[in-house]
Structure formats: C-alpha cells, structure tokens
C-alpha cells in the first residue's frame, strides 16, 4: 500500500492566504524530494531535504525535514495564481521511491 | 538536451490489446522507473531500474512488463489491457546516489482503455 501520506488532499485559498501540505511516511526516510505538477503537466523537482530537522527556503516556499526523518511539510506564503498545481513529495527506502498521494492547491484570484 | 522523452501523448486501447510505451532519456542516469497517477492516488511505481540489465517491481507491477536492454531506454508493455490501467503513464529518469536526488520526468501518456 501507499507509504507516503500527505495531507490535505484538495486546498482552496483565497490569493494571498497561506497554504500548507503535510507529508508522512511509514518509514524513515534518507532523504525528501518536493516537486510540483501544474495542471495538465508533469512534476517537477523543487528542492531535497537530508538532514533531520532541516529547513530550507524559496522565496515564499518554506520546507521542512522532521527530527525522525519520517515526516514533511511545505507551506507558502502569500499564495499567488502561479501557485496553482498539485505539490508531491518523495522519498526512497533502498532502491524504490515512493510519492506522496499529493496536495492539488486552487488559488482563487 | 532532450531530456526524458516518452511516447504516445495519448493513447485509445481495446480491452485485451498490447502495447508499449516508450521512454528514453539522455542524460546518462542509471536509475529509471515507471509510474501511473490516478485521481486521489498520488504517484504509484510500478517498474523500476537501476542500470541496463537489471529491472524490479513496485507498488503495482502487475499487468506490466519491462525491460533495460541500455542505459538510455526503458519500454513499459502492456500485456493485455485492461480498464484499470486507464491512467496517466509518467516515466521518470532520476540523478541519485551524490548529492541532489532529482527525478527527472516524461511528458506523460494518457491512456484510456474501453
């Protein structure tokens, strides 16, 4: 079954609110891949977390690395109509990497 | 610098024909893999790689064949479709094992089977 949850499934927000995505998974992971889809595309790499308690920064994208490995989160800021899509996150235990199911954010202008 | 390239776009089947999706990459990757995507689902693996040679299962294998003959290609089949297998088909190409592990990803092939 799936090992990477995230949550929640569907987000809207009004343009400017923040919005959040959380990822959890079954196992510990190496590592934590983001990517984005927009509608209609494919995904697309955002950033890679490694370390336990990492945080790092994209202008308004926020990511975040649990202290057991084992969890996610990315959160924006001010969303904008450029946010729109579905955001993925990622990991590997040995050779196979799982995705998130997946948070598809709606932006409304 | 093509990047992944994965073949149909889209692609109509009967119940019970076979076909294989193409994917080829060039950016000299070891490791390549095959997903669907379905509404609520997420990104399920069903066949991976990590070299010419040597393939192994996911999430979802069945129904699903593949093969690694070189580097550069990776062809899932299709045996005998199926309406489950209606989805969306994303092949990845993934840099792994020094420093950033990015997946590098196929336009897609939206396949419906009727």
């Known amino acids: 079954g799936q090992q990477v949850m995230q949550i929640p499934q569907y987000q809207h927000v009004q343009e400017g609110e923040d919005f959040t995505t959380y990822c959890n998974s079954s196992?510990?992971?190496?590592?934590i891949q983001w990517y984005k889809q927009r509608p209609g595309g494919h995904p697309v790499f955002l950033i890679q977390l490694v370390k336990s308690g990492e945080v790092k920064k994209q202008k308004r994208l926020t990511f975040q690395f649990g202290e057991a490995k084992k969890n996610s989160s990315l959160h924006i800021t001010a969303t904008q109509t450029t946010d729109v899509g579905t955001y993925f996150c990622a990991g590997n235990t040995g050779n196979q990497f799982y995705f998130g199911t997946g948070t598809s954010l709606t932006v409304i202008p | 610098n093509a990047g992944v390239t994965q073949t149909p776009k889209f692609q109509v089947l009967k119940t019970g024909q076979s076909m294989t999706l193409q994917c080829a990459q060039d950016m000299n990757h070891e490791y390549m893999s095959w997903y669907r995507q379905d509404p609520g689902m997420g990104l399920r693996l069903i066949h991976y790689s990590v070299g010419a040679g040597i393939t192994d299962q996911g999430e979802v294998p069945n129904g699903y064949n593949v093969s690694r003959s070189t580097t550069e290609d990776f062809p899932l089949r299709l045996l005998s479709a199926a309406p489950s297998q209606t989805s969306v088909y994303f092949c990845?190409?993934?840099?792994w094992g020094t420093g950033v592990t990015e997946a590098f990803f196929g336009q897609g092939t939206r396949l419906t089977v009727v």
């Open positions: 196992t510990t992971l190496s590592n």
């Open positions: 990845a190409s993934t840099k």
